[in-house]
C-alpha cells in the first residue's frame, strides 16, 4: 500500500516531503553538521556506507511507495532545518512505526523536533489509524531525550546494543506511545501544558546497566 507523504505545519515548523532536488541541500546541511551529527548517526557493522544523499532519497521514496515510511524534511521558517523519518510502518495487529530525526546545530533549542515529532505522530495516530509509535534514544543523547520528557513519551526500557552506531552497536532507552493513552493529540497536548511530566523518566536501574559496557564475547 502507497503512502501519500503529507504537508503539515505548526507555526514556523514544517514537515514535507522529501525530493530529490533536496540532495544538495541536504548534503550541504549534514556535512556542515558533520561534527554535531556523527556521534548519533547510524552506521553499518559489516563495511563503510557511501555518503549518496541522492540514492538515500530514493530509498527512502521507495519505502513510502511501499508504504513503510513517511520521509519527511523539517523546515523552520520555509528554511531546511534537518530530517524527520517515520519507518517500520506496519498495519493489522500490531499497526505501529518508529520515529527518528536530525536536526542541523543552528536549529538546536527552538522547540522544532518536539513539534515536528508531535506532527508526525498525530498524523500517524489519527489519519494512519497506527496504535503504536515508538522514539529509541542513546543514553547520552541529552537534547532527544528532552524532546520524549517534552511529549510525554513512556519509557519502556533498556535496550542493549540495539543499533550500529557512529562506528559500534549502542544501547538505547526506549520509549513509545499508544493512541489510548491520548485525549487529545499529542501537539495539543504539549502546547496545552497537559503532557505527564514524568512518563519518559527512565529508572535508576537502567541508567546505571547503560553506563557499563556490555561484555562481548570475542573469539578465541
Not at 53 to 73: C, D, E, V, Y
Not at 105 to 121: H, Y
Not at 122 to 145: K, T, V, W
Request: aromatic share 10%; net charge neutral.
Amino acid at each position: 500500500m502507497s503512502i501519500v507523504v503529507p504537508t503539515l505545519r505548526e507555526g514556523s515548523v514544517g514537515l514535507r516531503p522529501i525530493r530529490l532536488r533536496d540532495a544538495r541541500a541536504l548534503e550541504r546541511s549534514l556535512l556542515d553538521n558533520r561534527s554535531w551529527l556523527r556521534q548519533w548517526e547510524a552506521t553499518s557493522p559489516y563495511a563503510p556506507m557511501a555518503f549518496d544523499t541522492r540514492s538515500s532519497i530514493r530509498s527512502l521514496q521507495n519505502n513510502a511507495r511501499a508504504g513503510h515510511g513517511l520521509p519527511f524534511i523539517v523546515e523552520y521558517d520555509g528554511e531546511l532545518a534537518g530530517q524527520l523519518n517515520v519507518s517500520s510502518i506496519t498495519y493489522g495487529s500490531l499497526s505501529s512505526a518508529t520515529i527518528g530525526y536530525w536536526i542541523a546545530e543552528q536549529f538546536a533549542g527552538r522547540n522544532i523536533t518536539p513539534t515536528a515529532v508531535a506532527l508526525a505522530t498525530d498524523y500517524c495516530f489519527y489519519q494512519l489509524g497506527l496504535h503504536r509509535m515508538e522514539i529509541c534514544i542513546r543514553p547520552e543523547n541529552a537534547p532527544s531525550l528532552r524532546v520524549v520528557e517534552k511529549l510525554g513519551f513512556r519509557y519502556e526500557g533498556l535496550r542493549r546494543r540495539y543499533i550500529h552506531i557512529n562506528g559500534d552497536w549502542r544501547d538505547h532507552f526506549c520509549f513509545g506511545l499508544v493512541s489510548e493513552e491520548l485525549t487529545q493529540g499529542v501537539l495539543r497536548r504539549w502546547l496545552d501544558g497537559q503532557a505527564p511530566q514524568d512518563a519518559a523518566t527512565v529508572s535508576a536501574e537502567d541508567r546505571a546497566a547503560a553506563a557499563i559496557p556490555l561484555p562481548v564475547a570475542r573469539d578465541r
